[in-house]
């Protein structure tokens, strides 16, 4: 069964950073794409990062560019994302996602990230 | 790539043909799917390459479309299918969601 669990969420202040992780199992993990969305509270979804298998490719979305950076560790399973100067912006649920053929089929239950004073 | 689902929300009874459309701001081929998030929950993909129906999803859920235009159907909506309804491109990057559509009951 796959499964992906989020964790390193919390309350941090305006300019400070977190460290999201994401753990990977029931896949080959080192195979597939990973992807991270955020959800501000009561807001749409906003695709956040991927990067590829090999951690070859890696994109970023404008509102993160510069701020956040997207990594693994294909020999851990697991997938992480550095957060740094938050603004209260970027207060939201973050997910972790598998990528398969080009959509994101499997889903992470999320960890909050909230950014205040 | 701008997606623009329409409606935002929507109130429907039990066994009533829902339709949601989802338009991109520039062609993105097949490369379009379908999500539905329910409250406090991950979203759940239900749709991929606009029309493929990802396993064990309802075969009530139909997509469909290429290019700029498309659209998802639920056939005869049941209780468990009130929820948030999002599209996402997977065309290019950055890789862009639809606002939501919000299925009510009527």
Same mark, same amino acid.
């Given at each position: 069964?796959?499964?992906?669990?989020? &964790?390193?969420?919390?309350?941090?202040?305006?300019?400070?950073?977190?460290?999201?992780?994401?753990?990977?199992?029931?896949?080959?993990?080192? +195979?597939?794409?990973?992807?991270?969305?955020?959800?501000?509270?009561?807001?749409?979804?906003? /695709?956040?990062?991927?990067? %590829?298998? &090999?951690?070859?490719?890696?994109?970023?979305?404008? +509102?993160?560019?510069?701020?956040?950076?997207? %990594?693994?560790?294909?020999?851990?399973?697991?997938?992480?994302?550095?957060?740094?100067?938050?603004?209260?912006?970027?207060?939201?649920?973050?997910?972790?996602?598998?990528?398969?053929?080009?959509?994101?089929?499997? /889903?992470?239950?999320?960890?909050?990230?909230?950014?205040? &004073? | 790539?701008?997606?623009?689902?329409? #409606?935002?929300?929507?109130? =429907?009874?039990?066994? @009533?043909?829902?339709?949601?459309?989802?338009?991109?701001?520039?062609?993105? !081929?097949?490369?379009?799917?379908?999500?539905?998030?329910?409250?406090?929950? =991950? #979203?759940?993909?239900?749709?991929? =390459?606009?029309?493929?129906?990802?396993?064990?999803?309802?075969?009530?859920?139909?997509?469909?479309?290429?290019?700029?235009?498309?659209?998802? *159907?639920?056939?005869?909506?049941? #209780? $468990? @299918?009130?929820? *948030?309804?999002?599209?996402?491109?997977?065309? !290019?990057?950055?890789?862009?969601?639809?606002?939501? *559509?919000?299925? $009510?009951?009527?």
């Amino acid at each position: 069964e796959v499964q992906l669990v989020e &964790s390193g969420g919390g309350l941090v202040k305006p300019g400070g950073s977190l460290r999201l992780s994401c753990a990977a199992s029931g896949f080959t993990f080192s +195979s597939y794409s990973m992807n991270w969305v955020r959800q501000a509270p009561g807001k749409g979804l906003e /695709w956040v990062s991927s990067i %590829s298998s &090999s951690s070859s490719y890696i994109y970023y979305a404008d +509102s993160v560019k510069g701020r956040f950076t997207i %990594s693994r560790d294909n020999a851990k399973n697991s997938l992480y994302l550095q957060m740094n100067s938050l603004r209260a912006e970027d207060t939201a649920v973050y997910y972790c996602a598998r990528e398969f053929r080009q959509v994101l089929d499997y /889903w992470g239950q999320g960890t909050l990230v909230t950014v205040s &004073s | 790539i701008q997606l623009t689902q329409s #409606p935002s929300s929507l109130s =429907a009874s039990v066994g @009533d043909r829902v339709t949601i459309t989802c338009r991109a701001s520039q062609g993105i !081929s097949s490369y379009l799917a379908w999500y539905q998030q329910k409250p406090g929950k =991950a #979203p759940k993909l239900l749709i991929y =390459a606009a029309s493929t129906l990802q396993s064990g999803v309802p075969s009530r859920f139909s997509g469909s479309g290429s290019g700029t235009d498309f659209t998802l *159907t639920i056939s005869s909506l049941q #209780p $468990e @299918d009130f929820a *948030t309804y999002y599209c996402q491109q997977l065309n !290019s990057y950055p890789r862009t969601f639809g606002g939501g *559509t919000k299925v $009510e009951i009527k």
